[in-house]
């Protein structure tokens, strides 16, 4: 991981590390996932007062430092996440909405319909 994040060849780390690729892939994801929450997390400084303090203080702007650069230095092919949006997937997403509330639409007619038939039945009987 170390040597990935210090900018050693793809065929440098799978030789390092000894392991199958994509192995050395997941690792390396999951280092990179890591590094990015821990440099998101809040930083609330401690007030010299507080004796006893209820929540977390988070991490020290330092150490958010530290880890924001080093997943950007670990976030290349092939660790890499695709872009998130693309305009065809946003388009194929919203159709893929659309269905579904179709589909949620017809179920909650049907079911207000097999409700209604069940009650007259109820009634007739």
Sequence with gaps: VTAWADGCSWNEAVELSGAAPGDLARTLHRALDALRQLGNLPYHPVRAGDAVQSTSSGIHPDIRRL????????????????????DENIDIEDQLDDADDDEMEDNIENTQDDNAENAEKASTD
């Excluded at 880890?67 to 693309?86: G, I, Q, S, W």
């Design 67 to 86: 880890c924001r650069e080093a997943a950007r230095a670990m976030d290349r092919y092939p660790v890499k996440d695709p872009l998130p949006f693309d």
